[in-house]
């Protein structure tokens, strides 16, 4: 179904996601290459709302690529940046944000999340996000001999934090609009058959 599904969200399904929503925004976590800056793109394309990338925003702020920031000021510096520019995102107002990969796993930050957004986790499998990530370079964590097995270790310790997002949805070799469209239909669905308190 969501194979052949449009790559044009249909407007009252747009209009639905948007009223789940309610002025919160959207915030995509996972792994480095599931697909968070390419799929929010365009998922704020069809929701008509601005799109953020924290990676994009820390470097246009510090004038410093991702690499540089972890090679001149390590991860930890780099994680307390993270967490100041995606509070800030979250303030803004009503947007598309992509997160680092990393960034869902701080307490604070998933907090703030929680109350400005709706999080959604693109959910891959390792060989999927191996293919995505060894067509680029500059992601510091795997500058290793083995990315592989660091990668495999983040799933590990990663994806039962990913998993307190509010929406899971499964990344996959499909186009870009396919993932978005279903994100679309998961927003809109919202709340259907999962309140208990029967209001
Ligand atoms: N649905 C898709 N179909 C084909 N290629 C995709 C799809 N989604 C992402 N890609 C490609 O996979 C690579 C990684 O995607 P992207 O940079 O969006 O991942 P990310 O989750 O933002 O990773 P990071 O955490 O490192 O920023 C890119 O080359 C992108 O073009
Ligand atoms: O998964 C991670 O920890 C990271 C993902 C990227 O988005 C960058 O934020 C950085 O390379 C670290
Ligand atoms: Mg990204």
Request: net charge neutral.
């Amino acid at each position: 179904m969501s194979a052949t599904a449009p790559t044009n969200a249909p407007q009252d399904t747009v209009a639905a996601a948007l009223a789940q929503l309610a002025g919160r925004s959207v915030a995509l976590v996972g792994l480095m290459g599931a697909g968070k800056t390419t799929v929010g793109r365009r998922l704020a394309q069809v929701l008509a709302l601005p799109f953020h990338d924290s990676d994009h925003e820390i470097e246009a702020a510090s004038r410093m690529s991702v690499p540089e920031l972890f090679a001149a000021y390590g991860e930890p510096e780099f994680r307390a940046l993270e967490a100041r520019v995606i509070s800030r995102l979250a303030e803004e107002g009503q947007a598309v944000i992509s997160t680092g990969g990393g960034a869902y796993m701080r307490e604070e930050t998933r907090e703030r999340l929680r109350e400005r957004a709706v999080s959604v986790w693109l959910k891959a499998d390792l060989d999927l996000l191996m293919e995505r990530v060894s067509r680029r370079t500059g992601r510091p964590l795997l500058k290793t001999h083995d990315p592989r097995a660091v990668m495999r270790d983040l799933m590990d310790k990663r994806y039962p934090i990913y998993g307190l997002a509010d929406l899971t949805v499964q990344s996959r070799n499909v186009k870009r609009e396919v993932i978005a469209q279903e994100i679309v239909e998961q927003l809109a669905a919202m709340g259907q058959g999962s309140r208990t308190d029967g209001a």
